[in-house]
């Protein structure tokens, strides 16, 4: 199984800043990776897939990077409803593997 | 309105047997590949089954072998997900999702919850 490392476990940040998060896999994931929002009390909603493609209707301040093993997800200006927990989720191999999560809020 | 909505949540005691279903609604159910996810009250996203398009292939996560089936029907735009010998950790939300290519889920459910407890 690919298992799926996602760091931090969660941060704070101001309104407007940068805000970044990583995910490794276990083992080259073809870029077969995915981001996913997930805000309290709803059902998680994909931004990202093929590790950089914005689904669409996604606001283009949310972006995806990496390839291989090692990924990153970047907020470029946080704003107030973007508070959430991000997933990485990779579909290289069965079983699909999601992260642990990032919680984010405002500081 | 493209959707898909879940039922068939509820209280179920260890050792116990539910069926949730899926309804599809608004897009070609008959096109995708559909998914169960599950997620433990305040904990991650755990993938848990798929089935094709046409029901004939499934795939599931070694928590839930041999104790869950998936499967659907396409006239009626559902999937469903039978599971049975169930255990307190099976306890979370589960949500059924579409597959747009490969595993990639562009659309969920709201979920249902599932409490197993004596």
């Known amino acids: 199984d690919i298992q799926m490392t996602q760091s931090p476990s969660s941060l704070s940040a101001s309104v407007g800043d940068r805000v970044t998060i990583t995910c490794q896999a276990s083992q080259d994931t073809n870029n077969n990776l995915n981001w996913y929002q997930q805000k309290p009390g709803k059902a998680p909603k994909l931004l990202i897939y093929?590790?950089?493609n914005l689904e669409t209707g996604v606001p283009s301040r949310f972006s995806g990077s990496g390839s291989g093993r090692d990924f990153t997800f970047t907020i470029s200006s946080l704003q107030p409803e973007d508070i959430a927990t991000y997933y990485c989720q990779q579909y290289d191999n069965l079983p699909w593997k999601f992260g642990q999560g990032t919680k984010v809020d405002i500081k | 309105e493209v959707q898909l909505v879940e039922s068939g949540g509820g209280w179920v005691e260890p050792g116990g047997s539910l069926r949730l279903s899926c309804a599809a609604s608004?897009?070609?159910?008959?096109?995708?590949?559909m998914n169960w996810v599950r997620q433990a009250p305040g904990k991650g996203l755990e993938w848990l089954s798929c089935?094709?398009?046409?029901?004939?292939?499934?795939y599931y996560a070694d928590s839930v072998k041999g104790r869950f089936t998936i499967s659907r029907d396409n006239a009626n735009n559902s999937v469903y997900l039978q599971m049975s010998s169930l255990r307190a950790e099976d306890t979370a939300f589960y949500y059924c999702?579409?597959?747009?290519?490969?595993?990639?889920?562009?659309?969920w459910g709201q979920g249902t919850l599932v409490t197993v407890s004596s």
């Open positions: 999702a579409r597959d747009l290519v490969g595993a990639v889920f562009d659309l």
């Open positions: 089935i094709n398009s046409r029901g004939t292939t499934t």
């Open positions: 093929d590790a950089s």
């Open positions: 608004g897009f070609t159910f008959s096109s995708y590949e």
